[in-house]
């Protein structure tokens, strides 16, 4: 992350300390930087004082799923969704989770339910899409989600269509 992200983040933190925007985003800094255990604190505050959002809930989950982590993080990720079941952000991360330990049929549940949500969410195509290519074996399906992951905006999905295409083409 630059150093005039950083010095946004710690700007938008000074003006609002108790905002949780400003917050996760002054915590997600000091994860880029490398500083563990001074974000898994920040997360556990923030998680502590503001324990009816998803979202924190779910960042601070997918934090501790980025340290293996894995009992901690799925217990967090389902309070996420229980304290809010439409959350896309948890319900993404979640399903790229599962999809890891080889629980695919719950990934895709959580995908799916994801897209129903926000349709055109480009990271939950660009997962959904690498998700099927890599553990469902669905190239046609996969190369759908992640052409409309690109055409939202989604830059890692173009290397993917191409790859896909060369794979299918391969394949004819």
């Not at 983040?9 to 000091?30: I, K, Q, Y």
């Not at 349709?119 to 669905?138: E, K, N």
């Amino acid at each position: 992350m630059t150093e005039e992200a950083s010095k946004c983040f710690d700007a938008a933190l000074a003006l609002e300390p108790d905002r949780l925007g400003s917050r996760l985003g002054a915590t997600f800094v000091l994860e880029s930087r490398g500083e563990l255990e001074t974000a898994e604190a920040s997360y556990r505050r923030i998680c502590e004082d503001c324990g009816e959002s998803g979202l924190a809930l779910s960042l601070f989950a997918d934090f501790l799923a980025g340290q293996n982590r894995i009992d901690e993080a799925r217990s967090l990720f389902e309070q996420a969704l229980r304290v809010d079941p439409d959350e896309v952000s948890a319900l993404r991360k979640y399903a790229t989770l599962l999809s890891v330990l080889d629980q695919d049929d719950e990934a895709e549940k959580l995908f799916r339910r994801a897209l129903l949500l926000r349709a055109d969410d480009p990271h939950t195509l660009y997962l959904y899409g690498r998700f099927l290519s890599q553990f469902a074996g669905r190239e046609q399906d996969a190369l759908n989600h992640l052409e409309r992951a690109a055409e939202h905006g989604e830059g890692r999905a173009a290397a993917l269509v191409t790859e896909l295409k060369e794979a299918l083409a391969q394949d004819s």
